[in-house]
């Protein structure tokens, strides 16, 4: 039977994923989105993500989660017409939060409504590499040390979830884009017996 996909691209700042997620939209022909959200809540994150707001920990975790509830509303309507490919997702919470100090419980029970995604592919970096693809104006997250950290917490929760996990560090674009295709369409194939693009 067809069954449209929930793809969420997961990693490190500088691993590549808007990259990947939107080079595999348009070969899928789905619907890309990203988090956090171009809507109201998410706006007010990238403010403190830049430093120009500050708040506690825990009040930014209550804000991802806050934004993804919309999200969840938008990605469950986008899912009855095509796959969609989600740019971070529940697990940039858990690794990031939980990096700064944020209790995990915490932040499960805050996210408990979240949609389970069917696949959810991690992308991993050298920490350094993934600093020197990155702008120069750098966010809160983006220091070596803390990235270091979130890695690791995202190759904790790759073993348990089961998630597809690819080093993009020696890489190209491209070749990153080839293993992650071949990947996401033999698992399509497994879970619905679809053609890609249907
Ligand atoms: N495999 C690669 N080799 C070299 N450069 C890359 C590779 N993948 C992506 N880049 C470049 O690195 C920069 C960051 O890529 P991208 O925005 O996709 O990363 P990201 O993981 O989404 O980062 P962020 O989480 O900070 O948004 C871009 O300029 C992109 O062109
Ligand atoms: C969804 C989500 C994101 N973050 C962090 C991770 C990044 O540092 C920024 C988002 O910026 P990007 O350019 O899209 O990578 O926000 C987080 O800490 N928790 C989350 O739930």
Known sequence: MFKRMFIVFEGIDGSGKTTQAKLLTKKLNAFYTCEPTEGQIGRLIREILK????CEKETLALLFAADRVEHVKLIEEKLKESHVVCDRYLYSSIAYQTSQGVDE???LQINRFAKKPDI???LTVDVEEGMKRLGKEKEI???EEFLKKVQNK?????KKEGFIVIDTTNK???ESHEEILKIIKSKLWGLSNMSIGE
């Open 51 to 54: 430093g120009k707001k500050k």
């Open 105 to 107: 419980d915490f932040i």
């Open 120 to 122: 959810v592919v991690l």
């Open 141 to 143: 997250f983006e220091k």
């Open 154 to 158: 995202y190759l904790k929760l790759a």
């Open 172 to 174: 190209s674009i491209n």
